[in-house]
């Protein structure tokens, strides 16, 4: 089958620096993306690796490693508002069709 | 402003009853999907549409019908043969052009069946 695995909770202090692991089993690869999604919102759309490296956006990043079937990513300089689940999901074909990982709740404390 | 609205926020319904959730969007996307999340869980797929007038089942579309009639438009039906039907529903839509597949969600409806 397919999946996904990634932590189910992280906890960090204000200011630190998380990094949120996801590794993927999947018969295709086009991408991996990273989700945000507060209690009781919707997800968001946070960043996109299709090739191998490091993607920069403000205080997020994500990275990808194709070989290793694994990506992550990293948040700097936490805020509280940064509290939420992260879902990564790949793209194994080429109909656009996400797999999603079951999430990461993060807690940000001050 | 450009983006995707569910309706209802919240609906209430007596167990048996058939309940339709909307789902518009005027980003001018092909590509539309209903994602059900139970607490604690992820998204689970029940239907995509990439096109007008055409469907693909998901991973969980029993008790579940879908219609794409216009490009703008993909309601959710959840019927009396769904078991559990009690549970966050979104609705996303995506470009098919690009290279990337950013789906963008709408706030969700969460239905409750009593």
């Known amino acids: 089958g397919q999946s996904l695995e990634q932590p189910s909770e992280v906890t960090a202090v204000e200011g630190a620096i998380v990094q949120i692991n996801c590794t993927y089993q999947t018969s295709g690869f086009y991408g991996l993306s990273w989700y945000q999604q507060h209690d009781g919102g919707a997800p968001t759309f946070l960043s996109y690796?299709?090739l191998d490296g490091l993607e920069e956006t403000g205080r997020f990043s994500s990275f990808l490693s194709r070989s290793d079937s694994y990506g992550y990513l990293l948040l700097q300089e936490l805020q509280m508002k940064d509290s939420a689940s992260y879902f990564c999901a790949v793209n194994a074909g080429n109909n656009r069709k996400l797999i999603w990982g079951l999430g990461t709740s993060l807690a940000v404390n001050p | 402003d450009g983006g995707i609205t569910q309706s209802p926020k919240y609906l209430f319904r007596k167990e048996g009853q058939n309940v339709t959730l909307s789902c518009e969007q005027n980003?001018?996307?092909?590509?539309m999907y209903w994602y059900r999340q139970d607490p604690g869980q992820g998204l689970r797929l029940i239907y995509y549409s990439q096109i007008v007038n055409d469907f693909q089942k998901g991973d969980i579309a029993e008790g579940y019908s879908v219609s794409r009639e216009k490009k703008e438009s993909f309601p959710l039906t959840v019927t009396s043969a769904q078991k559990n039907p009690t549970a966050f529903y979104l609705c996303?839509?995506?470009?098919?052009?690009?290279?990337?597949?950013?789906?963008?969600f709408g706030p969700g409806t969460r239905l409750t069946v009593l």
């Open positions: 980003l001018n996307h092909d590509a």
């Open positions: 690796n299709a």
């Open positions: 996303a839509s995506s470009s098919l052009a690009g290279n990337t597949d950013t789906q963008y």
